[in-house]
């Protein structure tokens, strides 16, 4: 059973750079998953953002690839994201998940809603 | 990029009522697809993996099929907690993309 909380800022100015923390409170970081953000936006589906393998590989979401870094943190048994020059459209609530291999996502946070605003 | 396509985008059903979602990939994906339940205001959970592999827990009335490109979620008998968003994702190596969902209301 592994457990994941989001932590961040509620709210991120236009033209900033979000950052999210995801910290894994049940479970090993260097366990053989993939660790990775899921967004939400207001009334919308699901979009999948990135993730990264404990050995440092990452896949980004093409579309968002060129804002997006996911990165790791095995003293705090923990995954970030940093999302830069954000816009109104990236206002979501921001989950965190993962999974194994091929599988599908079996653990989520319970999400953080983030609001681009001045 | 594989786009997944689902349909219907909502519907209306019956208590009772056999429920049947499609989720449809532009390239072949062999059997990485997974169905996810999500209720308002909560996080999604995993219903099917495998394209057809309930999730432990999952009621037996959910049920999924499919392979290659096209992929189906049953609810044999529609049930009033069943009220939610559906959303199909592949699996298979490449970006993780979701379908855009389907919207399970009850008549």
């Given at each position: ?44 589906g ?41 816009t ?17 996502f ?13 | ?103 399970v209301?009850?008549?």
């Open positions: 059973q592994v457990q994941l909380q989001e932590s961040g800022p509620g709210v991120v100015k236009p033209s900033g750079t979000l950052s999210l923390t995801c910290v894994v409170s049940v479970g090993s970081i260097s366990s053989s998953s993939w660790w990775s953000w899921v967004r939400q936006p207001p009334g919308k699901l979009e999948w953002i990135g993730e990264i393998f404990p050995s440092g590989n990452t896949h980004y979401n093409p579309s968002l690839s060129s804002r997006v870094t996911v990165s790791l943190d095995r003293s705090k048994n923990q995954f970030s994201l940093k999302l830069t020059s954000v109104a459209a990236d206002t979501a609530v921001y989950y965190c998940a993962t999974r194994s291999g091929f599988d599908p079996d653990y989520w946070g319970q999400g953080t809603l983030v609001i681009v605003s001045s | 990029d594989i786009q997944m396509t689902q349909s219907p985008s909502s519907l209306s059903a019956s208590v009772g009522d056999r429920v049947t979602i499609t989720c449809r990939a532009s390239q072949g994906i062999g059997n990485y697809l997974a169905w996810y339940q999500q209720k308002p205001g909560k996080v999604p959970q995993l219903l099917i993996y495998a394209a057809s592999t309930l999730q432990s827990g999952v009621p037996s009335r959910f049920s999924g099929s499919g392979s290659g490109t096209d992929f189906t979620l049953t609810i044999s008998s529609l049930q009033p907690e069943d009220v939610a968003t559906y959303y199909c994702q592949k699996c298979s190596s490449g970006p993780l993309t979701f379908g855009g969902g389907t919207k209301e009850i008549k």
